[in-house]
């Protein structure tokens, strides 16, 4: 994730997080398909649709979802909770060397959408 956001050019990287259970065991690099890529992001639809496939194969689910901040800072935005579900997925939020974690549900203390969460996954 980290090399990902880095290499992308002042655009927000995002992907997808993994796993089985609540055990989060790879992050993939997804499109931004965003009209504003420099500002938001939006995940290409085939990569997700690719993923839920999978998943109903056998394969690991989709247990939340990660993105890149290239000019902010590593916690979500106002944009990202009015975006997110309040679903209890985890969200990774990738800025400069950072990377942290929260969980997306419908009384965050981060713009009423976010709880900060311990890592959960380690990306090296």
Known sequence: MLDTATA???????????????RIEAATI???VSADAARRFEI???????AHRAARGG???ILGYWHSHPSGLAEPSPTDAAMADP????????AGEAI?????????????????????????
């Open 87 to 94: 679903d209890g997925r985890v969200w990774a939020i990738v």
């Open 8 to 22: 992308s050019g002042g655009l927000e990287a995002c992907g997808l997080l993994l796993g089985t259970g609540d």
């Open 59 to 61: 394969g690991a689910t």
């Open 100 to 124: 942290r974690w929260f969980r997306a549900g419908p009384h965050g203390a981060l713009h009423g959408r976010f709880d900060p969460i311990a890592a959960v996954f380690d990306p090296d």
């Open 44 to 50: 290409d639809p085939a990569h997700l649709i690719a």
């Open 30 to 32: 997804a499109g931004n």
